[in-house]
């Protein structure tokens, strides 16, 4: 059966840091959630982070989001995360798996979890870092695991025997969900989707594809060429 928008069983998660984008994409019943981070923030020019999160927030009230904490030291990232964490109550707050001199975050995501904080645990490309992480999760508290499948693609391996292996990791905590994170191309969607991954979060240029799924490829074909002809004539080319 070819692939549809409606056959999906992966939850889609809307990647972005515009306003006006994430509350487009919020409004459409196939995104089930919304991310973010410090470097799409800086692309879409954000600078007040705390306005700009609690506007969202205002916009979005019903659908998780999860909001990235930005200290390097780690009891200042535990701090920075219970602020967030009080912004909403559909917030998770995003902390990476170590700070920038490889230091484990796991005591902060222990320490979070055990306060009731829901976390998005980022940045993760190996599954020796799942197995760390999943002992300090909670089992009582919802938690994403953001696996960055795109990362290691674009090193020439294989994500999916990585990502099989976090779903098996996280098995046993049914409060926990494996994030596909930084997907390149619509077709990782099937990919996180043909092997029970809970969610996979992707920028609109991506989620744009969607209506793709199941296209004719002949008809496919047939658009290239027009596409190719419309774009000579509009340019003036000539031989």
């Given at each position: 059966?070819?692939?549809s ?17 994430m509350?487009e994409?919020?409004?459409?019943s196939?995104i ?18 705390v ?6 927030i205002?916009e979005?009230?019903?659908?998780p989001?999860?909001f ?13 995360a ?39 645990v ?19 508290i919802?938690?994403?695991v953001?696996v960055?499948?795109?990362r ?7 994500p ?8 098996e990791?996280?098995?046993g ?18 990919h996180a ?5 809970h ?11 969607l ?5 004719n ?6 658009d ?8 000579a ?7």
């Amino acid at each position: 059966m070819e692939p549809s928008r409606d056959s999906l069983k992966v939850k889609l998660f809307a990647d972005g840091a515009d306003l006006a984008g994430m509350v487009e994409m919020a409004s459409m019943s196939h995104i089930a959630g919304l991310t973010t981070n410090p470097t799409l923030m800086r692309k879409c020019g954000v600078t007040d982070y705390v306005k700009f999160a609690k506007d969202v927030i205002k916009e979005i009230p019903n659908k998780p989001i999860s909001f990235e904490v930005f200290s390097d030291d780690l009891a200042e990232m535990e701090i920075q995360a219970i602020k967030i964490a009080n912004w909403g109550e559909n917030v998770y707050v995003k902390i990476p798996i170590t700070n920038t001199e490889g230091r484990s975050t796991s005591t902060v995501v222990s320490n979070l979890t055990q306060r009731g904080i829901k976390v998005n645990v980022t940045a993760l490309t190996t599954i020796e870092q799942v197995q760390e992480i999943k002992q300090f999760l909670n089992p009582k508290i919802p938690s994403y695991v953001s696996v960055f499948a795109g990362r290691i693609a674009d090193t020439g391996r294989d994500p999916i025997p990585t990502m099989k292996q976090s779903l098996e990791q996280l098995k046993g905590n049914d409060l926990a969900e494996l994030i596909w994170a930084s997907p390149r191309e619509l077709l990782n969607v099937i990919h996180a989707d043909s092997i029970g991954c809970h969610i996979i979060t992707a920028t609109s240029d991506i989620l744009a594809k969607l209506s793709l799924l199941g296209k004719n490829l002949t008809d496919y074909s047939l658009d290239t060429v027009k596409m190719f002809r419309k774009d000579a004539l509009e340019s003036g080319l000539s031989i």
